[in-house]
């Protein structure tokens, strides 16, 4: 009888590993007391489901009767879905950078029997290659050393520990200030590629806080160069091969340095923070090109991605019949198949289609030798290209779906969507984003906290993380900005006092990752480092900063500045690895509320406010000048009947403004630092 345990589960990640001979735990205090009982080291084993070398490893080792036998006699064996519990993949993960490795998943991690980590590493072949040892002298070797030198896993666990629990000593450090703002911006733009965008180098990821940073450089210090590398960047991600140029989206990242072949995965996360990143250098670019990539985004989210109770599923594989990228790519053959020789030379043209393929001896879509739009005729006519061949792709074996709905996950892509719909004035992704927070809202908030994840109508057990009030509150109130409706407000009021009662450290300045009553993490983790999400601090900062406008309260501001001041001496040891922090502090140091009273030539002075990029500001559109947007606004009337702009500065306004080309100078000038 099989001793595997995940057969219970509703995570698609461990799913998968549900019929490995391997006698798998899911993390719980069960497995705990198994390894104390035992007196077996643990070994735990971290994936998500979309993970290409996740799959690797399993069909290499965890699939093999041998390794997996080796594995049951010699270790209690973990299963963990990073994504269900990013909390404890983000605390062993910071175990494995302490003993000098490079994080990835899979991430496997040994454990002593309180769950202290002493050895690890990523992904072990089966015999020893790349470099690396064989997955089984691995094991043989932990499991002699934790038998026969304790003394020296007890040191390395107990060293691992104490830097993880590590507090900053004392307060100072750099101050975080336009000088500061304007050299870095000028520092960072130095280390991206100016040919393809991106970081230099290979492999290239989205890195969404640095390039929002470099973002709100280029527009409030005038930086060209900075803007020139965040638009290189999103127009290579936008006819990289790293975008789905037939069902929309971006997989998670370029193996290359040119945006060409992806590990296919595609998660949600990237396409919220990219649909908002593109929404808002379109304000400043009105680049055509932006503008498609993101209502085609949205398309596939409303066709792939949402769940039947109208939230966003997590993600889509890299893999399907055993093969990575398979149902994204191509041969000429088969285009031609579809298309016929008119069309399909007329495609392939465009697209990098040729005999023999441009990866692997298969083609990868992507328009990367022309990246310039076409005629509007010639677009048209692709277009209707492109959803042939997608008709036919349609057809073929899809990649695994994790349907599982992360909280935070959903939070960043209903604030992008809000924000998306009021600029593209766009209802139906309103629609979208309301429905999405409503399911989340209604079904993963329980008795006032929230929970992470869902799935197939059952709830996880272990409580919220602090990306899960940060992002919602994000969420809450760019839906107060779009409708204007006050419960999305109040919601993010109160989910801040929530935040503030369970997660905040008050002799750290900031938030932990978990709660004070979550039970089985062996620390709390609390930073501001960057990664392929933002930190719930960084996230948190804008929040408190918008809600300190909102309702007028000191006390928000106030503790904003308090993460500023308590992640200072991080930043000034490591800045680049706290990007989305210093993107944050800008609304700490010019909080920024644009509001208009409805009136005559509203679209026009709508119009005017969405055309022009404004990083970080509040933005409110009313037909009800009674509604209550803080003491910085109360009160604000039209002038003469016409559709009326204030602009303010935390609590000081501008005279108001009726003219749009008044209107936009005005906002050019305010989004500027003073002097």
């Known amino acids: 009888m099989s001793r595997n345990r995940l057969a219970e589960e509703t995570s698609p990640y461990l799913l ?4 490995n001979p391997v006698h798998w735990w899911p993390w719980g205090p069960e497995a705990l007391a198994e390894a104390r009982r035992t007196g077996k080291p643990m070994l735990l084993s971290v994936g998500y ?66 769950g202290r980590p002493f050895f690890g590493g990523t992904y072990f072949p089966p015999a020893s290659r790349y470099g690396r040892p064989g997955f089984s002298d691995v094991l043989k070797a ?10 020296k896993a007890e040191h390395n666990s107990r060293a691992i520990l104490a830097d993880l629990e590590r507090r900053p000593e004392g307060r100072g450090g750099i101050v975080v200030g ?65 975008y789905d140029h037939l069902g929309g989206g971006f997989a998670r990242y370029s193996t290359d340095e040119r945006w060409l072949a992806p590990h296919f995965e595609k998660m949600l996360y990237d396409n919220a923070l990219l649909v908002d990143l593109l929404t808002d250098v379109w304000r400043e670019t009105h680049d055509p090109l932006y503008r498609i990539r993101v209502e085609e985004t949205v398309a596939w989210l409303a066709r792939e991605m949402t769940t039947a109770g109208g939230a966003f599923a997590a993600s ?25 020789p008119s069309d399909a030379t007329r495609f392939a043209e465009v697209y990098d289609v040729a005999e023999g393929g441009n990866w692997e001896g298969h083609v990868i879509l992507n328009r990367l030798k022309d990246r310039s739009l076409r005629s509007h005729e010639d677009e048209a006519a692709l277009r209707d290209i492109r959803d042939r061949l997608l008709s036919r792709r349609d057809q073929r074996v899809r990649p695994g779906f994790d349907d599982k709905v992360l909280t935070d996950w959903n939070g960043l892509m209903i604030a992008a969507l809000a924000r998306a719909a009021t600029v593209f004035e766009r209802p139906d992704w309103l629609a979208m984003a309301v429905a999405a927070y409503r399911f989340v ?9 929230f929970r992470h994840s869902w799935r197939v109508g059952r709830l996880n057990p272990a409580a919220g993380t602090s990306s899960d009030y940060a992002n919602m509150i994000w969420a809450a109130i760019r839906l107060d900005e779009a409708t204007a409706d006050r419960t999305y407000l ?55 900063a918008h809600l300190a406008l909102l309702t007028g309260s000191d006390r928000y501001v106030e503790q904003a500045a308090t993460i500023l001041e308590s992640l200072s001496p991080d930043i000034g040891a490591n800045p680049a690895s706290h990007t989305g922090v210093l993107a944050a502090s800008l609304d700490i140091l010019a909080p920024q509320q644009v509001v208009i009273i409805a009136g005559d030539g509203e679209p026009e002075m709508r119009a005017t406010l969405h055309g022009l990029a404004l990083p970080g500001a509040l933005e409110h559109c009313l037909a009800d000048p009674s509604i209550d947007l803080g003491p910085g606004v109360d009160g604000k009337t039209t002038r003469d009947g016409k559709a009326t702009l204030y602009a303010c500065l935390g609590r000081a306004c501008q005279a108001p403004v009726t003219d749009p080309a008044a209107a936009r100078e005005l906002l050019q000038r305010q989004r500027a630092p003073v002097g």
């Open 316 to 340: 889509l594989d890299a893999d399907s019949e055993g093969e990575e990228g398979r149902f994204y790519v191509w041969t000429l053959d088969e285009i031609i198949d579809v298309l016929g």
């Open 142 to 151: 932990i499991a002699r050393i934790y038998r026969e030198e304790p003394e």
């Open 441 to 449: 809202k209604a079904t993963l908030l329980v008795d006032g906290r």
């Open 16 to 19: 998968q590993h549900k019929d």
């Open 178 to 242: 336009d000088r500061l703002l304007a050299d870095m911006t000028t520092r960072l733009t130095r280390a991206t590629d100016p040919v393809h965008g991106g970081i230099v180098g290979a492999p290239k990821f989205p890195q969404w806080s640095f390039f929002w940073l470099l973002w709100r450089g280029a527009i409030r210090y005038g930086n060209a160069d900075a803007a020139r590398a965040v638009t290189t960047t999103l127009t290579g991600l936008c006819q990289g091969g790293i």
């Open 49 to 114: 489901s979309a993970c290409h070398w996740c799959h690797v490893m399993a069909h290499e080792s965890f699939e093999d009767e041998p390794t997996a036998a080796l594995m049951n006699d010699l270790f209690i064996n973990i299963k963990v879905d990073r994504e269900e519990r990013p909390d404890i993949d983000a605390i062993y993960m910071n175990a494995l950078h302490r003993l000098g490795e490079q994080g990835g998943w899979p991430l496997t991690m040994f454990l002593d029997a309180d």
């Open 490 to 544: 109040a919601d993010a009021v109160a989910w801040t006092d929530t935040l503030h009662r369970h997660y905040w450290l008050t002799d750290f300045g900031r938030y932990a990752t978990t709660a004070d009553d979550t039970v089985d993490v062996i620390v709390r983790l609390a930073d501001g480092l960057d990664n392929a999400t933002p930190s719930a601090n960084s996230i948190q900062i804008t929040n408190l």
